[in-house]
């Protein structure tokens, strides 16, 4: 019996001798399904959908903390000189109020991280998803569509924030040829950018998409944004690039007057901040937050230290808006009433008590009343609102603007700018007394007043080449125009930011600095 059990152990350790010198490894390898990788996981439909998912994921890297009492958001607005901060807790964010940053600002770098992140979420779905078979090909289409749409979105944010950049359209791994990338030129990344949005464009997707996924009218009103960005500084493409952005943005308004409100303006500016109306009507794409996932982000525009919501005495302030900002519109506007346009000088105590004074205006256009309390009602302390990013009003304005350069104001420009007017309750002069500079202007200004602190205005800024100036209610040129959130001048230097000090330091093929900005 002994024998014969030595017998079979002898033949089962010469059965493996045998199979590991013939290479028979394979036999006795095990395949770890749960350690996904791009190579595996790529390989159903679930899958296209799930890497998707990551990409608008990774894109609400905007809304991240960038430090004690900052947002990674903030990086985009206090720049313009229309806000500043009651706590000047936050060296990073008070380097960017006194226009003192360099490569080292967290935000700065926090932007260039996350917005590479995207392209790279981005670049494997565009890799990896046409492979997946069998997957229903409308629904390829669609995924890789709106996977185009978010490379292109952040490129769009990327080319404008530091000019010539890498342009990476391949997934990327330490064997890559460029995985050390050189700049590509600024033209270069336009060119990849509205390429993306035409894929985008054709890939079947449905005009609006109530749930927060790319639309139609996104895709259509990005490309609209992009062309009139690419018609002004730095790439000076002129007429023919007004042309594109006021066609593509007259198909979307062509679209919300046949829609029968599924794109509107709101009658109200109550409206613009209703959970109940995220992804509706006038919001055609904005970054999805669910308390569940991630709270909404925008809680540093609070007062400091004020009790306007259920946590009591709490907000930081650490970006409000500048009294001179604040005064520089027009006298009625509804955009300045208490409560009831884009800011708030009174509030509730504790979210839902006695009324009281704030003693200043404060950012009242992403306050959530449900989340925070109104009066007589405490608030639901679970903030699910959206942070906008592309406003039919900023079609309408966009189509105002573009049209008037290629042709001076026709009805439908001088329309667009008016239906803005009109929800403020103010009158707009006769389309006679425009000429075309003169409607340029009003156009203008009905930006900076629309849309402060939506992450617009310095993107404004830098494509003309103008700021408002509040007090003189005109405009001047962006170098040597005085910021009066810190009474500093802005400089050429600041038309772009520099590029990260670490980024430079891992990637010697960046070589040169943003001009202005020590190396």
Known sequence: MKLNIKAKAGKLL???????????????????????????????????????AAVYTDARFI????????????LLEAPTGTSTTETAQNSDLNNLYGLVYDGNNGHVINWWNGLYKVIAQANLVLERVPGITPMNEAQKAKVLGEASFLRAWAYFYAVRLWGDIPLIT??????????????????????????????????????????????????????????LTMAGFPLNKGASHYQLAAQKAAEVITYANASGGA?????????????????????????QYNRVVAENPMSNMFPNFKPVTYRGASGTGSTVPTMSFYNSYEPGDRRTKDREGYFYTSYYTNGNGALFELGAPYIYKHFNVVANGTAGVPGSRNDNLNVPLIRYAEVLLIYAEAQNEIGGPNDMAYNALKSIRDRARLTTPPPGDFTQASFREAVWRERWHEFCYEFITWFDMVRLRK?????????????????????????????????????????????????????
């Open 14 to 52: 010469l059965c493996g001798a045998v199979l590991l010198a013939a290479g028979c490894s394979d036999f006795l390898k095990e395949e770890d399904l749960s350690n996904l990788s791009p190579d595996n996981f790529f390989n159903i439909p679930e899958h296209a959908e799930a890497g998707l």
């Open 63 to 74: 809304g991240d903390g960038a430090g004690i009492f900052s947002s990674n958001w903030q």
């Open 170 to 227: 391949k997934p990327q791994t330490i064997e890559s040829p460029d995985f050390m990338p050189v700049r590509a030129s600024q033209e270069e990344v336009y060119q990849l950018i509205v390429e993306d949005l035409l894929v985008a464009e054709s890939a079947g997707l449905p005009w609006t998409d109530v749930s927060g996924r790319v639309s139609l009218a996104a895709v259509k009103s990005q490309l609209a944004k992009v062309y």
């Open 263 to 287: 794109i509107k303006l709101f009658d109200t500016y109550d409206e613009v901040h209703q959970e109940s109306l995220k992804n509706r009507g006038e919001h055609i794409f904005m970054l």
């Open 467 to 519: 700021v408002y100036n509040e007090t003189t209610q005109g405009f001047d040129n962006f170098a040597g125009h005085v910021n009066l959130s810190s009474n500093q001048p802005l400089q050429e230097k600041h038309l772009l930011f520099p590029i990260p000090v670490p980024e430079m330091q891992n990637n010697p093929n960046l070589k040169t600095q943003n001009p202005g900005y020590p190396q």
